[in-house]
Structures are given as structure tokens and as C-alpha cells.
């Protein structure tokens, strides 16, 4: 099962920051915080990934709290074309480990 | 940018009929995985596959199903005899190491339909 919980659904109007949470309060010390997304029925998308720090990239920031526990995906300016299901996944550090993907959010992005 | 491709893009079968789902993975990627997605549910790992084995398959991937990369390009998830619950959409994914710091990045997807 998914060892992260996240909102069913969101509502995000276009052109705001879209800030999506995700608890993780049973993560291990080296599980990596990931967040994909898929757009109708399409392929995941890797959006970002972290460890502790925060991290930044063309597409999102995320910011994970310091205990590690919880963390938040940002899209700065949201788009029409953001609207799809954002999944926060953890994953460990073993050989070929797959993903577990859980429910994610459903993030609408209104005009 | 490199991508994941997999063909056909859509799939239409008759119970009992093997199909074939093809995968080109990312060129310098070692590490094959397929996951796929039933209908409104959530994407499953089936399989992983390196250095010509599988590393790790999940309970859904039983004897009627089986992985080959039968050249240095294709990577191939072969379906014996079809079933209705395969209905399914199967993504590949490909990775450059194995690591949970190492991204998997997927493909469009093959939308199989069983009737």
C-alpha cells in the first residue's frame, strides 16, 4: 500500500499557486519524497523529487518539513493544463524498487 | 528530450489471444519496469526487469505473462492468453540505475481491450 495520504480533490484557479500536501509521517530515513502526475489516462509525468532539502526545477517546488513527515508540492502559476492527478509517493532505497502509486489529488485548475 | 515510446498506442483483443505489447526505453536506461492501470483505478507495478532478468514482479504478474528484451532497443511484455480483466492501460517506464534517488520515466501507454 501507499505510505502517503493526500486530498482526494483540489480547485486551483489559473494563474495562482497551486500548493498540493501529502503526508508521509511514516517515512524512513532514506526514502525519497517523489510527485508524478497524469494527465487524463496518459503516462505519469515526473514533476520532482527530494530527499530533506527543498528542491526546485522548471516545472514545481517542493518543500519538505523538516521532520520529514509532510510536504508540499508547488506549482507557482498554475495553468489550464495542470489540471490532472498529482500522486506524492515515497521510495525507498533498494535495488529496482517500484513505485506505489496511491490514490493522488485530483487537481482542477479553473479559469 | 529522450522519451519512453510503446507501441500499439491501442490494443484490441479476443479472450485467450496473446498479445504483445512493445517498449522502447530511454537509450541509456539499464533498468525496465511495466506497470499498468485498470479503468479508474490506481497505476500497478507488475514487473522489473535488468541485465536480462527480472529483478522484482508483484502478485499480478502470474505464469500468463512474461518480459523479454529481445534486442538492445525493444523491451516486450507478452500476455499468453488474454483474459477480460486485462482490460487495462500498460505503461513502461525505464530508468538509468536503480536507487530510490534514480527517476523512472514512463511511457504514453498501451490501451489493451479484451472483449
Known amino acids: 500500500d501507499a505510505k502517503t495520504t493526500q486530498p482526494t480533490s483540489m480547485d486551483c484557479a489559473e494563474g495562482r499557486a497551486a500548493n498540493l500536501p501529502c503526508n508521509h509521517s511514516?517515512?524512513?530515513?532514506?526514502?525519497?519524497v517523489y510527485w508524478y502526475r497524469q494527465i487524463h489516462s496518459q503516462g505519469p509525468q515526473y514533476i520532482i523529487h527530494?530527499?530533506?532539502n527543498n528542491e526546485t526545477n522548471e516545472m514545481a517546488s517542493l518543500i519538505i518539513t523538516e521532520d520529514r513527515k509532510s510536504s508540499t508540492l508547488i506549482l507557482p502559476h498554475a495553468t489550464l493544463r495542470d489540471t490532472a492527478v498529482y500522486y506524492c509517493?515515497?521510495?525507498?532505497?533498494?535495488?529496482?524498487?517500484?513505485?506505489?502509486f496511491g490514490p493522488g489529488t485530483r487537481l482542477s485548475v479553473l479559469p | 528530450e529522450p522519451e519512453v515510446t510503446q507501441t500499439p498506442s491501442h490494443q484490441v483483443t479476443q479472450m485467450g489471444q496473446e498479445v504483445i505489447l512493445r517498449c522502447v526505453p530511454i537509450?541509456?536506461?539499464?533498468?525496465f519496469y511495466w506497470y499498468r492501470q485498470i479503468l479508474g483505478q490506481k497505476v500497478e507495478f507488475l514487473v522489473s526487469?535488468?541485465?536480462?532478468?527480472?529483478?522484482?514482479k508483484s502478485e499480478i504478474f502470474d505464469d500468463q505473462f512474461s518480459v523479454e528484451r529481445p534486442d538492445g532497443s525493444n523491451f516486450t511484455l507478452k500476455i499468453r492468453s488474454t483474459k477480460l480483466e486485462d482490460s487495462a492501460m500498460y505503461f513502461c517506464?525505464?530508468?538509468?540505475?536503480?536507487?530510490?534517488?534514480?527517476?523512472?520515466?514512463f511511457g504514453p501507454g498501451t490501451r489493451l481491450l479484451v472483449l
Open positions: 517506464a525505464s530508468g538509468r540505475l536503480a536507487g530510490a534517488q534514480e527517476t523512472q520515466y
Open positions: 511514516t517515512i524512513s530515513g532514506n526514502e525519497y
Open positions: 527530494g530527499l530533506k
Open positions: 509517493i515515497v521510495r525507498a532505497d533498494n535495488y529496482g524498487q517500484n513505485f506505489v
Open positions: 537509450s541509456n536506461h539499464l533498468y
Open positions: 526487469f535488468y541485465n536480462n532478468e527480472i529483478s522484482e
